[in-house]
């Protein structure tokens, strides 16, 4: 069973999220400030840590840059809406991941899985594992993208955008999601980007193969499936 540890002062919510991790098999402890937590995460075997920022004693970024002193563990920082500044830190301070509250509890899961995907592929093996869905392969590593046999070129953008896709696998990413993660937080050209470069990956990955990979889930976002259809 995968052990997750939330750091967060705000009990109402730590408790929350605490039942809906039992609920889907983790299991959980609490810290609800930062010393203690930072205490927890560095002499206890967790598989990941969702650390506030906003914390009495130590703060989130203190916490985690400390912990990052003895530990590798996956680390999902929780923000407050907005706050650009904690996430630039957090993610240089060696966060995982982030998300910003108030958040759908859906997303806070999809997210736990990838990180927690991530780091049994890391600890598979030191270089990355190849990434694949259907007939599309992607070396993390060398950065070749194969459907099928043939190989794919794509530009830095589109092969960020897949790659991002492809850790998500049967996950649906939203667009201000994949806005954030691809172009960075202070892009201004809006989703229809996300839109334009999805184009072009099916214009390179999927109409010359006549398979369907990327798929558009309406008023939500995109995800890449296994299956072909
Ligand atoms: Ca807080």
Redesign the pocket.
């Known amino acids: 069973m995968e052990r997750i540890l939330i750091i967060?002062?705000?009990e109402k919510i730590a408790r929350f999220v605490e039942l809906e991790l039992q609920y889907e098999g983790y299991e959980v402890e609490k810290a609800f400030n930062g010393r203690d937590g930072l205490e927890l995460a560095s002499t206890r075997p967790f598989d990941l840590v969702l650390l506030?920022?906003?914390?009495p004693q130590l703060n989130?970024i203190e916490v985690l840059r400390r912990l990052r002193r003895v530990s590798e563990v996956p680390v999902i920082m929780?923000t407050?809406r907005d706050a650009v500044v904690d996430k630039v830190a957090g993610l240089d301070g060696g966060a995982d991941d982030y998300i910003t509250k108030p958040f759908a509890i859906e997303e806070l899961l999809a997210r736990i899985r990838a990180a927690l995907r991530n780091k049994s592929a890391k600890a598979g093996n030191r270089q990355s594992a190849a990434l694949s869905a259907g007939l599309l392969t992607l070396d993390p590593d060398t950065r070749e993208v194969q459907v099928g046999k043939e190989q794919i070129e794509l530009t830095k953008r589109e092969f960020d955008l897949l790659h991002y896709l492809l850790t998500n696998k049967n996950i649906v990413v939203s667009r201000d999601t994949i806005l954030q993660e691809i172009w960075g937080y202070d892009f201004s050209g809006g989703t229809n980007a996300v839109d334009v470069y999805v184009s072009y990956l099916r214009s390179k990955l999927e109409e010359p193969y006549d398979i369907k990979l990327i798929h558009t889930v309406r008023g939500v976002g995109y995800m890449i499936k296994d299956e072909q259809q």
Not at 52 to 55: H, P, S
């Open positions: 967060e002062d705000e506030d920022i906003l914390l989130g929780l407050a």
